[in-house]
T-cell receptor, first 114, second 114 residues
Framework: DTAVSQTPKYLVTQMGNDKSIKCEQNLGHDTMYWYKQDSKKFLKIMFSYNNKELIINETVPNRFSPKSPDKAHLNLHINSLELGDSAVYFC?????????????FGSGTRLTVV | AQSVTQLDSQVPVFEEAPVELRCNYSSSVSVYLFWYVQYPNQGLQLLLKYLSGSTLVKGINGFEAEFNKSQTSFHLRKPSVHISDTAEYFCAVSVSGGYNKLIFGAGTRLAVHP
C-alpha cells in the first residue's frame, strides 16, 4: 500500500478552470501538508492541517483552498487557474509534535495550465 | 526564522568519483537536519537525518553527512557515486518543539556521468 497517495498524477487544464487534487495517507499521521515545487525545483510550503485544523497558511492566493475532511485526507482546490499555477504539487504527512521524523511525501501532481 | 542554503545548484561528477553536496543553515534555536533525494518524476525520499549525538550520520544508498555546529553546516557525501545517483538533493531543517515545519534549501542537481 502506498503510504501517501495523490491523485491525479498529471493534470492539464485551461486557464480559468477550477480543479482539485486529492491526497490520502495511511500512516496514522495527524498532520498533512501541501508543497509547491516550481520549475526551478524550489519547494515552498503552502498549507498544513493537523487533525482537520489549519495550522500553517503561508502567503498563498486565496484561489487556493485546502480541505481536510479527516486527518487521513487533505485536498487542494484551485479556482480560476492561471499560467503561473503550473508546478508540481506535493502532499506530505507527519506527526505534528515529532520534528525528528521528517515528512513522508507523495509522488506529486504535475499541474500544467495552458 | 530558519533558512537553508545549498551552495551549489549543480554538481557534475564522473561515475565512481567521490562527491560532496554542501548545505548551510541558519537558526537561533536547535534544529533537526535532513537530506532528501528526488529522482526524476518522483517524490522526495528521506536519505538521512541528524537529530543529536554523533555528528556523522549514515543514510541509505551509501550516503553520509556530517553535522558541524560551529560552521552551521550539514554536508552530504558519498565516496563513490553511481549513474543511478543522478537526482535532485534537498537539505532541510525543522525546529525542535512547536509545529513540525520543514524548511527546504533550493536543491542541488547531482549529475553523474559515465
Amino acid at each position: 500500500d502506498t503510504a501517501v497517495s495523490q491523485t491525479p498524477k498529471y493534470l492539464v487544464t485551461q486557464m480559468g478552470n477550477d480543479k482539485s487534487i486529492k491526497c490520502e495517507q495511511n500512516l496514522g499521521h495527524d498532520t498533512m501538508y501541501w508543497y509547491k515545487q516550481d520549475s526551478k525545483k524550489f519547494l515552498k510550503i503552502m498549507f498544513s492541517y493537523n487533525n482537520k485544523e489549519l495550522i500553517i497558511n503561508e502567503t498563498v492566493p486565496n484561489r487556493f483552498s485546502p480541505k481536510s475532511p479527516d486527518k487521513a485526507h487533505l485536498n487542494l482546490h484551485i479556482n480560476s487557474l492561471e499560467l503561473g499555477d503550473s508546478a508540481v504539487y506535493f502532499c506530505a504527512s507527519s506527526q505534528v509534535r515529532d520534528s525528528r521524523a521528517g515528512y513522508t511525501f507523495g509522488s506529486g501532481t504535475r499541474l500544467t495550465v495552458v | 526564522a530558519q533558512s537553508v542554503t545549498q551552495l551549489d545548484s549543480q554538481v557534475p561528477v564522473f561515475e565512481e568519483a567521490p562527491v560532496e553536496l554542501r548545505c548551510n543553515y541558519s537558526s537561533s534555536v536547535s534544529v533537526y537536519l535532513f537530506w532528501y533525494v528526488q529522482y526524476p518524476n518522483q517524490g522526495l525520499q528521506l536519505l538521512l537525518k541528524y537529530l543529536s549525538g554523533s555528528t556523522l550520520v549514515k543514510g541509505i544508498n551509501g550516503f553520509e553527512a556530517e553535522f558541524n555546529k560551529s560552521q552551521t553546516s550539514f554536508h552530504l557525501r558519498k565516496p563513490s557515486v553511481h549513474i543511478s545517483d543522478t537526482a535532485e538533493y534537498f537539505c532541510a531543517v525543522s525546529v525542535s518543539g512547536g509545529y513540525n515545519k520543514l524548511i527546504f534549501g533550493a536543491g542541488t542537481r547531482l549529475a553523474v556521468h559515465p
